[in-house]
């Protein structure tokens, strides 16, 4: 076993390291001198290791656009092809959130497995589980093997959703890291939308979501085989190395040749053992050679990084952002568009929306920074839910009001908590912590969704709709307040000067 393992003493070189005063009473290599220095990478090099994890956040938001027309299909008597067309609501809830379910058992296998699979591998079992996912419930014969291929589903988006912005955060140039994590976000939105433009397509097909669910699967297996294909993280590898877990100099060598495929063999091949030896110096600084334990996530560094990143995501979806959407076709049809009378022409009108504000911050990430688009999105989402509020309170005779707070809540939740939420939590945490941290916010994540979604409709019914709105726009100045005070800016700086520096 990996404790029985004597830990290895690990020399390399160490030129020009300087150190600073005491950071949680251990010396830490002085990063200062790195912060304006700019990784050199090859544009191709770069773009493959975020585009293969990224089809996972496709995956993930394509489920959610099909499943809204698939339910459709489901229930009807005509277009369903099945003998079990006739759900009750409880079944019905239960298609519609049994992916969510799945992806709640994800982010606890995650805590589990992360860092013995490593962020690859992890990712690749996510692959089989949306495959396996997709391929049950394409071909489900019964009400409930359909619900066994939703659950199967789940899994692989919690799985995905864990590894995926780990895997890009780790592996990509610390001057796009922002912009490629964003895009995340933007494969997630492009998959929403493309479920939506499937579900219109098939809407009128007998048996059609079986097609939109089967869908998946293809798509699964270019993710897999491009996984398979992809390095490992180097900055796994070498905390492996320093955990005792292999040989440190065949891991060392490893590592070196991971990155030299993620920034192109030509580009950094000079460089390369320089900037492995440098990782392992920052981490053999930072008590990264002891495994974490569970108590350790809720001490020192990891319990501030928890803060900010499990505040982030729990904001992110107590903000109402489930049950804006909720509202979008009846506010769209009290504005008298013609479009209302199509759900899913709303969905893809909204979709269209949140697809080009999503693109903009991923524009500007990097440029800008994390805490100024979150604290300008989100003080857009206050005043929208605040305005949402006062129509359906005192302003019911102006429908414009509502659809103008619509589109700027949907505008400023996808310039702020929608990817600056998981770029966030793939940066702040410590490199051994990383792996369980992140999939304990990837569980406040689903579990907040869940709450909010199925909290929303009793509330609704004893508060109604406006004071509902006006406490979900208290909260989102509780956020604001959160972010101002606790969330720091990690433009420009590296995984290890984050946790040097901001920890």
Request: glycine fraction near 10%.
């Amino acid at each position: 076993m990996a404790s029985d393992v004597e830990r290895p003493t690990i020399s390399f070189p160490a030129k020009n390291v300087k150190y600073s005063g005491e950071i949680d009473a251990v010396q830490q290599p002085l990063l200062e001198n790195k912060s304006t220095e700019c990784e050199e990478f090859s544009v191709v090099s770069a773009i493959l290791p975020f585009l293969f994890p990224a089809f996972g956040g496709l995956l993930y938001g394509y489920d959610i656009g099909a499943t809204s027309s698939a339910t459709l299909l489901i229930q009807s008597a005509t277009l369903s092809g099945v003998s079990w067309y006739n759900l009750s609501s409880v079944q019905v809830g239960l298609i519609t959130s049994g992916s969510l379910y799945g992806a709640l058992i994800g982010s606890i296998l995650a805590y589990t497995v992360a860092d013995f699979l490593g962020r690859r591998r992890e990712l690749g079992l996510s692959s089989v589980m949306y495959f396996v996912g997709a391929t049950i419930t394409a071909f489900a014969p019964t009400f409930v093997v359909l619900v066994i291929g939703r659950v199967v589903y789940g899994i692989g988006i919690g799985l995905a959703m864990h590894a995926a912005p780990m895997y890009i955060a780790e592996t990509a140039p610390s001057q796009i890291r922002g912009q490629l994590i964003s895009l995340k976000e933007f494969f997630i939105v492009l998959g929403m939308l493309v479920g939506y433009v499937g579900g219109s397509i098939l809407v009128d097909t007998v048996g059609g979501w079986r097609y939109m669910y089967g869908i998946s699967t293809p798509i699964s297996l270019v993710m897999g085989f491009g996984m398979y294909w992809l390095p490992s993280s180097p900055r796994w590898i070498l905390l492996r190395a320093i955990q005792g877990k292999d040989d440190v100099q065949s891991l060392r060598k490893n590592a070196i040749a991971c990155l030299c495929r993620l920034r192109g063999e030509a580009i950094i091949a000079d460089s390369a053992p320089q900037k492995v030896d440098e990782m392992l110096s920052e981490l053999s600084h930072m008590r990264e050679e002891q495994e974490a334990s569970l108590a350790e996530m809720f001490q020192g560094k990891c319990l501030k990084a928890l803060i900010i990143g499990g505040g982030l995501v729990l904001f992110q979806q107590i903000t109402g952002q489930p049950s804006v959407l909720y509202y979008a076709a009846t506010i769209f049809q009290s504005a008298g568009f013609s479009a209302a009378s199509d759900a899913t022409k709303v969905s893809i009108l909204l979709g269209l929306l949140k697809l080009i504000m999503t693109g903009v911050a991923v524009l500007v990430v990097d440029r800008l920074g994390r805490r100024p688009l979150l604290l300008g999105g989100v003080s857009g989402i206050a005043v929208s839910l605040f305005l949402l509020g006062s129509y359906y309170t005192y302003l019911g005779d102006i429908p414009a009001v509502a659809v103008v707070a619509l589109l700027v809540y949907v505008g400023c939740y996808q310039l702020s908590f929608g990817p600056i939420g998981w770029l966030m939590i793939s940066e702040i945490f410590p490199l051994r912590l990383r792996g369980r941290g992140l999939s304990i916010a990837v569980l406040i994540n689903f579990s907040a969704n869940a709450l909010v979604t199925f909290a929303f409709s009793p509330l609704k019914e004893l508060l109604g709709a406006g004071i509902l709105f006006f406490i979900f726009g208290g909260i989102a100045i509780l956020s604001l307040i959160f972010i101002f005070f606790i969330i720091p800016e990690t433009k420009g700086l590296t995984l290890e000067e984050i946790e040097a520096k901001l920890l």
